[in-house]
């Protein structure tokens, strides 16, 4: 009897260890391939995720500089001399565009430029401080007052002059931030340089190029 009490005690946790190593052998290498899978479902998971982010952040918050040219320029009291007395004087009232392609605002400040008959500068921009709502254009009218004052011995401004045709340049940078969502707040100057020719016939700009 006491063998036999002996023997059952000792046999039965031998039976559950014989059970437990049976359903080991049938579900251990399931239940990992199953767990490998899920690790791998999850991987890629965060990857696409992580693309898409990545993606989404490159084209949501990369600040591209704005567009900033002259739209098109009026010429308001053109006066000019002649061959022997050459010069020119004139209110010029430029429209200016500012293209923010970005998907956040761009504010900037008081800015200057220059307008120039060859190398010699012959007017100032003034341009106002601004703010450029997110994928809008806007527009700015500023007056320009150019003279030949500066113009000394200058052999080019008495042919132009007799040929009615003056040709300025002119380059202007703004400094501003881009704000992509109050997240990504980066600097950016936008820079100006156009060409045009004045008519001193029919007092127009004309052939005005920026680039
Ligand atoms: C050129 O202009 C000056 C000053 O305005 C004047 O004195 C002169 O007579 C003009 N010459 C000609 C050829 O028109
Ligand atoms: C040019 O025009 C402005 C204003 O119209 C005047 O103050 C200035 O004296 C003029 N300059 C010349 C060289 O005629
Ligand atoms: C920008 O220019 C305007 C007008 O000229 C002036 O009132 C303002 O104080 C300037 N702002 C800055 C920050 O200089
Ligand atoms: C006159 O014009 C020529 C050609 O357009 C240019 O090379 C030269 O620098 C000009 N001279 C002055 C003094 O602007
Ligand atoms: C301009 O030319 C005049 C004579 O043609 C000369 O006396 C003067 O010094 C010259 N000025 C400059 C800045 O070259
Ligand atoms: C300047 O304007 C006049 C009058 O509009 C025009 O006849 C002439 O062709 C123009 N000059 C040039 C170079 O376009």
Redo the contacts with the bound molecule.
Sequence with gaps: MKEENYQIVRAAPRRRDEEYAAAVKQGKPFRKEKSSKCLVYFLVLIVSLGAIVLILASIFLRAKTPEFEIKSVMVNRLTHGNASSPSFNATLVAELTMENNNFGSFKFQNGSGSLWYGIVTVGDMKIGEGLVRARETKTMKINIQVGSNGVLNNTNLTSDIN???LKLSSHAELHGRVNLFNFVKKKKSPEMSCSM?L????H?A??LVCN
């Design positions: 040929s009615g045709m020719t008519n001193l016939t029919s127009a004309q052939d």
